[in-house]
């Protein structure tokens, strides 16, 4: 089981795609406030390379770390603008109220911004994945730098 080469792009991969599933999720999208799961996705993917190979590097931990989190943005990105496609119309009833009963000068152009952003799916997805990409990919090289320094050389058993 020691000195195999970890495949790291596949467990990126996967570790990335179930992070992103579970960040997008109602409910469980609730522990992601503090990064959460993209930080447990990059440290399950240093787990995972440390279990095939043996040992866990620092570099091999942060660069699988920070591959799941870039998978992780991608899947995040496109469960988040479905799901938010799926409840624009009450979102934006939302917003209009919520923006009447604030009695501030709050200029056109932001409403305006605010409606593309609800009703255009393509500016919804730029918008989450421009914020997720930086977050996910930091979360997961955390996550995955802590997976190194925990595991290290320490032989699996």
Not at 77 to 92: A, G, K
Not at 93 to 116: G, H, K, T, W, Y
Not at 119 to 146: K, N, R, T, Y
Request: net charge neutral; aromatic share 12%; charged share 10%.
């Amino acid at each position: 089981m020691t000195d195999r080469k970890p495949k790291v792009f596949l467990t990126a991969l996967l570790s990335g795609i179930l992070a992103g599933i579970v960040s997008a999720t109602p409910y469980f999208s609730a522990l992601n406030c503090c990064c959460f799961w993209f930080i447990l996705g990059g440290f399950w993917a240093g787990f995972i390379i440390w279990k095939e190979s043996g040992n866990l590097p620092v570099g091999t931990g942060i660069g699988a770390g920070f591959l799941t989190g870039i998978f992780a943005a991608v899947v995040y990105s496109v469960l988040s603008t479905i799901l938010f496609s799926l409840s624009s119309e009450s979102t934006l009833a939302q917003m209009r109220e919520i923006l009447s009963q604030m009695n501030q000068d709050i200029p056109p152009e932001f409403i305006e911004v605010m409606e593309q952003l609800v009703q255009s799916p393509v500016v919804a997805f730029v918008s989450i994945f421009a914020f997720s990409i930086l977050v996910a990919s930091l979360g997961g090289l955390f996550g995955g730098l802590i997976a190194s320094l925990i595991f290290g050389k320490r032989k699996v058993s």
